[in-house]
């Protein structure tokens, strides 16, 4: 399978919450069931396909501005977080005529909302017992935004309480529930947070007794050897999937990402990613959206980078 190109590479994050489509505003403004980084991802295509040349007035986790502009016509489209998994966007034609019309826009961006996901999914390969040993260190993750009950998954690193996980629109002290293999369950706190990487560590008020060893990760497994995680889809935990990587690691804005063929659900994102000796090789970052077969992996490299940096 080639590599999907970024421009058109919409990542699913690890939040599960009920879905909903586009609700309906003004004619002006509209929420869409998506993050405000794939909100973009899907509207700057769109924009360039219909002719526009598309530039960033503002960006930061929480707001993106953008500037669409051919000629005798500019559009300005803003993007801001309204809950974790959802975009309140305001679109508004400040100059020429509507070509194409905000309808079409609206529309399109309704379209993908909707469209449905695939289920395909790789022929499951039996989990190796090196593996099997590494599952008691995984949790789910839940937290709430706005009333929006969000999950994520996450893996145990250090006895002294600490829980490695993406950072999919976390912040900063943000507080967190953290549920157990073995049921129990926990408050935690974000304590690290790396929005670039999109890794971050959350701290737990007492020891663990399970931990995924750093020391011995895999840095390069190679396109056929079989690689196995271990997450929380839709708030269940312990569902193993496997699957191999489908291509060389690309360089996305100056950081290696890992294209796998594996079945990824909603809630995943933060998994542990093994290889067949119970080696830590990579974190789910994400899905391709329209699909559970194509996954995206951060890297054991920037996993390690992220844990050494201040």
């Given at each position: 399978m080639?590599?999907?190109?970024?421009?058109?590479?919409?990542?699913?994050?690890?939040?599960?919450?009920?879905?909903?489509?586009?609700?309906h505003?003004?004619?002006?403004?509209?929420?869409?069931?998506?993050?405000v980084?794939?909100?973009?991802?899907?509207?700057?295509?769109?924009?360039?396909?219909?002719?526009?040349?598309?530039?960033?007035?503002?960006?930061?986790?929480?707001?993106?501005?953008?500037?669409?502009?051919?000629?005798?016509?500019?559009?300005?489209?803003?993007?801001?977080?309204?809950?974790?998994l959802?975009?309140?966007?305001?679109?508004?034609e400040?100059?020429?005529?509507?070509?194409?019309?905000?309808?079409?826009?609206?529309?399109?961006?309704?379209?993908?909302?909707?469209?449905?996901?695939?289920?395909?999914?790789?022929?499951?390969?039996?989990?190796?017992?090196?593996?099997?040993r590494?599952?008691?260190?995984?949790v789910?993750?839940?937290?709430?935004?706005?009333?929006?009950?969000?999950?994520?998954?996450?893996?145990?690193?250090?006895r002294?309480?600490?829980?490695?996980?993406?950072?999919?629109?976390?912040?900063?002290g943000?507080?967190?529930?953290?549920?157990?293999?073995?049921?129990?369950?926990?408050?935690?706190?974000?304590?690290?947070?790396?929005?670039?990487?999109?890794?971050?560590?959350?701290?737990?008020?007492?020891a663990?007794?399970?931990?995924?060893?750093?020391?011995?990760?895999?840095?390069?497994?190679?396109?056929?050897?079989?690689?196995?995680?271990?997450?929380c889809?839709?708030?269940?935990?312990?569902?193993?999937?496997?699957?191999?990587?489908?291509?060389?690691?690309?360089?996305?804005?100056?950081?290696?990402?890992?294209?796998?063929?594996?079945?990824?659900?909603?809630?995943?994102?933060?998994?542990?990613?093994?290889?067949?000796?119970?080696?830590?090789?990579?974190?789910?970052?994400?899905?391709?959206?329209?699909?559970?077969?194509?996954?995206?992996?951060?890297?054991?490299?920037?996993?390690?980078?992220?844990?050494?940096?201040?």
């Amino acid at each position: 399978m080639k590599f999907i190109g970024w421009l058109c590479m919409l990542l699913i994050p690890a939040w599960a919450l009920m879905p909903f489509g586009i609700a309906h505003g003004s004619d002006y403004e509209r929420t869409v069931a998506m993050p405000v980084s794939e909100t973009e991802a899907v509207i700057t295509p769109w924009l360039e396909s219909n002719g526009f040349a598309v530039y960033r007035a503002k960006s930061d986790q929480q707001e993106v501005q953008l500037e669409a502009d051919k000629p005798g016509t500019r559009w300005r489209v803003r993007l801001k977080a309204h809950s974790p998994l959802a975009t309140r966007i305001s679109a508004q034609e400040e100059s020429g005529r509507e070509n194409p019309p905000l309808s079409a826009f609206w529309e399109y961006l309704e379209g993908y909302v909707k469209m449905p996901s695939g289920t395909s999914r790789q022929t499951m390969r039996a989990t190796p017992d090196p593996v099997h040993r590494q599952l008691n260190a995984v949790v789910c993750l839940f937290t709430d935004r706005g009333g929006t009950s969000a999950q994520l998954t996450g893996f145990a690193i250090d006895r002294q309480g600490l829980i490695l996980s993406t950072a999919h629109d976390l912040k900063p002290g943000q507080e967190l529930s953290v549920q157990f293999r073995d049921g129990r369950e926990s408050g935690g706190r974000v304590v690290k947070l790396d929005a670039y990487r999109d890794l971050c560590l959350i701290q737990v008020p007492h020891a663990l007794e399970h931990v995924i060893p750093l020391g011995n990760g895999r840095y390069t497994p190679g396109s056929d050897d079989a690689l196995f995680t271990v997450g929380c889809p839709r708030a269940g935990l312990g569902e193993i999937e496997s699957g191999t990587l489908d291509g060389p690691p690309r360089r996305v804005e100056g950081l290696p990402l890992w294209q796998v063929r594996m079945h990824i659900e909603p809630g995943s994102s933060g998994s542990p990613v093994f290889d067949e000796h119970g080696r830590l090789a990579a974190v789910v970052k994400g899905r391709y959206r329209g699909t559970n077969a194509v996954g995206f992996l951060i890297p054991f490299e920037t996993l390690q980078h992220f844990l050494e940096s201040d």
